[in-house]
């Protein structure tokens, strides 16, 4: 079977109506994967795996579930070549929340990242705590999660600066990337660019 249809058959999986309801549907687990191709502390595959579905999913069968198993590895490797190459990375849906944000497939991707990021929150701050916050910033803004927040509630209402965010976050997922993964080349990367 081709990466392609293994995707195909993952999408499909994770967007059924009978997983468990705090699981992650497609768009929100490559958010999810790509906080884990990020962190800088591996988290092991068992762990996250079960944390993305929440509960173990009824899988039709032994092969059903060694497929999807192997195709959110499989893609998670993906997501990390692709964050580690000179390519932008690819988000899987609009870099916009629209008129109903919280319907958006953007906030479930963001959602999805920041709960890649809650399994390990304090390794993400510990070595760049000012910088990682920084890049966190659009994707923390796309997610909603953290609304209640007086700061966030005022970016929030001004939805110019939240689309201009929320655009930036291809590049700021190398950024990231950079930063938690290869540190030695992060001071060129977070020199401020000339407008």
């Known amino acids: 079977m081709s990466f392609a249809e293994q995707l ?4 499909a999986f994770l967007d059924a109506d009978d997983l468990h309801e705090e699981a992650l549907d497609y768009v929100a687990a490559h958010g999810y994967l790509t906080a884990l191709a990020i962190c800088p502390e591996p988290v092991p595959e068992r762990e996250w ?3 993305l579905f929440a509960e173990p999913p009824h899988y039709r069968n032994d092969d ?6 192997s195709a959110l590895v499989q893609l998670k490797a993906h997501i990390a070549r692709q964050l580690a190459s000179d390519d932008e990375p690819e988000v899987p849906c609009e870099l916009d929340l629209g008129e109903e944000p ?3 497939d953007l906030r479930g ?3 999805g990242f920041m709960e890649g990021v809650f ?4 390794i993400w701050f510990e070595d760049a705590e000012d910088e990682v916050s920084e890049l966190l910033l659009p994707i923390m803004v796309g997610s909603g999660l953290f609304d209640e927040q007086a700061e966030f509630a005022e970016i929030a209402q ?3 600066l939240v689309d201009s965010m929320v655009e930036q976050i291809p590049e700021l997922l190398t950024a990231l990337f950079l930063l938690c993964q290869a540190p ?4 060129a990367l977070l020199k401020p660019r000339p407008h």
């Open 109 to 111: 991707w963001c959602i």
């Open 8 to 11: 195909s058959r993952l999408q």
């Open 49 to 51: 795996i079960d944390a």
């Open 64 to 69: 059903e579930h060694a497929d999807i198993e």
């Open 158 to 160: 001004d939805r110019d």
């Open 184 to 187: 030695d080349e992060k001071p």
């Open 102 to 104: 919280d319907d958006s």
């Open 119 to 122: 399994l390990r929150e304090s």
